[in-house]
């Protein structure tokens, strides 16, 4: 079951309850992050925000970083196309 809070605004945060996960979304970007609790999931994103708002360091080498996450770069989809919710 989900419930989301009733906010008219488009600036605030909205959060979502399903199975045990909160989601807090920022209303006037669209960034979302989900967390255990209310609180674990302002703080991720807080961290999400400061990303999509350019924080955080650059990646050098694309390939080199996926690599260190165990990740095959020539395995990806080439698929750029954006998400649906972008």
Do not use: C, Q
Request: hydrophobic residues 40%.
């Amino acid at each position: 079951m989900s419930a989301t809070t009733d906010d008219a605004t488009d600036t605030g945060v909205e959060f979502t309850y399903e199975n045990g996960l909160v989601t807090a979304r920022d209303l006037e970007t669209g960034v979302a992050a989900s967390g255990d609790s209310k609180a674990a999931a302002l703080a991720m994103l807080a961290d999400a925000l400061l990303l999509h708002e350019g924080g955080g360091e650059p990646i050098e080498d694309p390939d080199a970083f996926l690599r260190e996450l165990d990740i095959e770069p020539s395995e990806l989809d080439e698929d750029e196309t954006p998400p649906p919710w972008l």
